[in-house]
């Protein structure tokens, strides 16, 4: 294992604990919005990972100006990849969270496991 | 024990995943992978070849412009399966829990946010027209129209902001992007070229760039106040409860 890159590649390092962290919260918890908040959290920690393949050190705004040379911009390419996929979750947890209320509204609970009648841990 | 289990199998995917970190090539190098295909190609050419001195604003509208058109439409599928799931509201008439609660927001709260909403929305705007030239576009600038509108709910509560934005004011707002989008890409068929081009053939340069700013500028207006519209009613359907009309007062 390479402790020097990993070191340095430190946003992608948190965008593995925080992709974890959402999946740990969406295999765990009983809750369905906790289950949402978890998903969103995955796809914030991939977000987080491409626009950071993305970066160049000390880099410029993909803004065409005077005087900054192209080399020195960041990637437009993963930007604009992300903004697309923030709309897309934005959209999903939308839908998601919609189909939680109407949940709620006939089986009185938003736990997972009363809802299935298992009373087991999920 | 289930709870042991889903550790386990976090703990070797997160060791799995930390050894690929470490496989990586280094993070801001200009020589990265990333940086030698197409990304040069966009930011050297960006500015003439899509019209946007903004290159994101350039591969989102011009280089991926159906990618685009495919994610507008996912916005406006999402509000369409919302109101589905969960109905409009009636305008002035449907209350959220915390109308019915009998405490309202306090003086203060109201006041500022009454000064805030105009210049949030004015900003907003700001971001929408200059989406071309500066940070910013459509959708950040609809995303922050839409928080603005939340704002406003939350203080004044849903039958207030449901009177100053009534449904027939939003309903034609909220397909306005899909429609600009597709109307921009029949444009260039009309001409002879393919969908969702924009440079014009048979014009002169100036007319062609004029008309290609103009359409570019359409779009970009459509999916904010679009954006903006489709965010609020999403809202406004899912912090209804109409039920809480039948047992008003609580102690």
């Keep these: ?60 705004a993909p803004v065409v100006t005077e005087g900054v040379k192209p080399a020195t911009m960041v990637n437009p390419i993963p930007q604009a990849l992300i903004l697309t996929g923030i709309v897309v979750a934005v959209s999903t947890t939308a839908v998601a969270l919609s189909l939680c209320i109407k949940i709620h509204e006939h089986y009185g609970t938003l736990n997972a496991s009363e809802i299935l009648g298992t009373g087991g841990p999920f | 024990m289930r709870k042991a289990i889903v550790v386990l199998a976090l703990v070797g995917i997160g060791v799995m995943l930390i050894y690929a970190v470490g496989e990586m090539p280094p993070m801001g190098d200009s020589g990265n992978p990333d940086k030698v295909h197409i990304a ?4 050297e050419h960006g500015e003439e070849e899509a019209g946007a001195s903004n290159v994101i604003t350039a591969v989102i509208l011009n280089y991926r412009g159906y990618d685009t ?58 971001i929408i027209l200059h989406g071309e030239s500066t940070p910013g576009g459509g959708f950040q600038g609809g995303a922050i129209i839409g928080a603005s509108i939340i704002l406003f709910t939350l203080a004044f509560g849903l039958p207030e902001s449901t009177r100053k934005l009534p449904l027939r004011f939003r309903i034609p707002l909220e397909s306005f992007a899909v429609i600009a989008f597709l109307a921009a890409g029949f444009t260039g068929i009309v001409f002879g070229v393919h969908f969702l081009t924009y440079l014009m053939p048979g014009l002169s340069e100036y007319a062609a760039e004029t008309i290609r700013h ?3 500028m359409v779009i970009e207006i459509g999916i904010g106040f679009a954006g903006g519209i489709i965010f609020t009613s999403i809202m406004f359907a899912m912090i209804r409860e109409d039920q809480c009309e039948l047992q008003p007062d609580s102690p």
């Design chain 1, 1 to 60: 294992m390479n402790f020097n890159r990993i070191a340095h590649n430190l946003n992608y390092v948190s965008s593995v604990v925080l992709f974890l962290l959402g999946l740990y919260t969406v295999a765990i918890k009983p809750n369905l919005v906790k289950k949402i908040m978890g998903l969103n959290i995955m796809e914030t920690s991939v977000f987080l990972f491409m626009v950071s393949i993305g970066m160049v050190g000390s880099g410029n």
């Design chain 2, 214 to 216: 103009i359409m570019m």
């Design chain 2, 40 to 43: 040069p190609r966009y930011l």
């Design chain 2, 69 to 126: 058109m495919g994610e507008v439409a996912v916005i406006f599928c999402a509000l369409c399966a919302v109101v589905a799931i969960l109905n409009r509201e009636k305008t002035g008439l449907s209350r959220t829990s915390m109308d019915v609660s009998g405490v309202k927001a306090s003086v203060v709260v109201r006041t500022t946010i009454r000064f805030l909403v105009p210049v949030i929305i004015f900003f907003a705007v700001y």
